[in-house]
């Protein structure tokens, strides 16, 4: 029997939602009180949401050096983005990804708090502590860092990207006769 599969993503993922602000994942509504950020898994690039479709992402080999956009930039085409691994216990490792105005303008904000006060072989425990209204119709995250630990040894990977297949050469059918 062929196992089609249920149609469930595998992977893991959370989102801050401004507009309700609140956070929101797989399984429901988590509780942020306090999770591990890695900052050492940080991406930054572009981001497209289009209604209906997954979300596409580009993200840059260097995060320090600026890319132009793919396309067409704007409300309906791309967009910063960043990416980044969380982990909550009990729950393991998500991937936080966003577009949102005000989730990178938090996500910048505690960056670079991390980097500033890094301890090596460590990640920040954050803690979530509400929001900062905006005036542009988003709230922006706010974070502070509880304390440094080290990455459990149970944190989960994310499932891997599956690659497409190296297309296959065409072969002329100039020899067949017919």
């Known amino acids: 029997m062929i196992d089609l599969g249920s149609g469930e993503s595998q992977a893991k993922w959370i989102a801050y939602k ?6 929101e994942y797989n399984d429901g ?7 591990i950020f ?13 209604r209906g479709a997954p ?8 995060p320090n050096t600026p890319e132009p956009a793919p396309g ?9 983005a960043y990416s980044v691994e969380l982990y909550l216990k009990d729950e393991g490792m998500f991937l936080w990804s966003t577009t949102t105005k005000g989730a990178l303008q938090g996500i910048k904000t505690i960056y670079q708090e991390i980097w500033h006060n890094a301890q090596e072989g460590k990640l920040p425990v954050l803690k979530y502590t509400g ?15 509880a304390r440094w630990v080290t990455k459990p040894a149970d944190w989960n990977d994310a499932p891997a990207p599956e690659v497409a297949p190296e297309p296959e050469a065409e072969e002329s059918n100039e020899d067949i006769p017919f």
């Open 18 to 23: 401004p507009q309700k602000d609140e956070w």
């Open 29 to 35: 509504e988590p509780s942020m009180d306090s999770f």
């Open 38 to 50: 890695d900052h050492h898994s940080m991406k930054v690039g572009w981001g497209k949401i289009t």
């Open 55 to 62: 979300p596409e992402y580009k993200w840059r080999e260097d």
């Open 72 to 80: 067409q930039t704007g409300t309906d085409g791309w967009n910063e």
């Open 131 to 145: 929001s900062e209204e905006t005036t542009w119709k988003s709230r922006i995250p706010q974070f502070e860092i």
